[in-house]
């Protein structure tokens, strides 16, 4: 069984671009979601996918915004990227519902 | 205030210890209970979930929920050199998840 994978492991852009992370979930889950964590912080809830419609958004800006794919992965994509945006975002895939998460190592985004 | 808070640390315990790490929160709706660990710039890896009040025991580690308090803990027994992590505890009551900061967690030789 393969677990989540994410893509790039890391990457640094500057204030101002747009950046696509990409996402492949776990054999058998339909949903995933993405987090967003700042340095010190726990994860913060960015949205959530399932059969490639969102399913819930937590308090980000449009600019931030996301895909799902007939096979189940996801991209996120942030525009006019800003300093603060500088954070590890996480891509957790599950069963659906209140599923367990099953979270992936992360992309680090370095925002100057 | 925070829906979920959690005490950040550092806890830096000997090995062997019994550490006993905690969360409340305030949103009554929250069912589901979890607790990830998490190492230096990893993804957060599942270790315990839990669903309505009561103790879980898993090995070494054991969840417990206190829905009455909004309070729960996870106790690790015969702490390892290798529990060396970030703690986060998280609940949910619909898709998403909601975490506490962590608790950054040494385990002394």
């Known amino acids: 069984e393969t677990g989540v994978t994410q893509s790039p492991t890391h990457l640094i852009k500057t204030r101002g671009q747009q950046v696509t992370l990409r996402c492949s979930s776990q054999s058998g889950h339909n949903t995933v979601s993405w987090y967003q964590q700042a340095l010190g912080q726990g994860p913060q809830f960015i949205f959530q996918y399932y059969r490639e419609e969102e399913n819930g958004r937590g308090n980000f800006p449009p600019r931030f915004s996301g895909l799902q794919f007939p096979n189940y992965s996801s991209e996120l994509n942030v525009n006019a990227l800003e300093l603060d945006d500088s954070a590890l975002y996480l891509c957790?895939?599950?069963?659906?519902?209140?599923?367990?998460?099953?979270f992936g190592p992360g992309t680090r985004l370095t925002v100057l | 205030q925070k829906e979920v808070e959690q005490d950040p640390g550092p806890l830096s315990v000997p090995e062997g210890a019994i550490v006993s790490l905690n969360c409340t929160y305030s949103n009554s709706a929250f069912q589901y209970f979890m607790w990830y660990r998490q190492y230096s710039r990893k993804g957060p890896e599942l270790l315990m979930y839990t669903y309505s009040s009561g103790n879980k025991e898993d090995g070494r580690f054991t969840a417990q929920v206190d829905k009455s308090s909004k309070y729960i803990s996870l106790f690790i027994r015969d702490s390892q050199p290798s529990d060396s992590a970030t703690y986060l505890c998280a609940m949910s009551g619909a898709q998403k998840l909601v975490f506490g900061q962590g608790t950054r967690l040494t385990i002394n030789p």
């Open positions: 957790a895939s599950s069963g659906g519902g209140a599923d367990t998460q099953y």
